[in-house]
């Protein structure tokens, strides 16, 4: 279901200085709490707040926006390597109602472990290795 776009949300009303591409169905957004240099987001134009409310040719589209973002910056930043996530629903850590994905450079030597990566949500089942 389309929410209505008119109310605050900050993703349907952004900042043009910090979207740095545009897809069909989405646009490449930097973070404005950028948890890492080059955190960016990947949204939908369409204020939508969960993956299930995507259209099928809109959920086809949107790896192929994840991986321009990487590719820009993979340019840009040149990290190590990357956490991609969406927090979906309050219990997910969703903050702003409309759906975004995150794609979070990450850089040798940026967390003494870095292994479990999104893992660490739940801080007591992150080292299962151990």
Partial sequence: MERDASTNCPFCHP???RVIARHAH???YQDGFPVSPGH???IPFRHVGTLAELTQEEQTTLFAAVTEAQKLLDESHRPDGYNIGINQ???GGQ???HLHVHVMPRYQGDQPDPRGGVRWIF???ADYWS
């Fill in 123 to 125: 801080p007591d089942k």
């Fill in 95 to 97: 903050t702003v109602p």
């Fill in 26 to 28: 989405f646009f490449v």
């Fill in 89 to 91: 629903g309050t219990a």
């Fill in 15 to 17: 900042e043009s200085t």
């Fill in 40 to 42: 960016t987001l990947v």
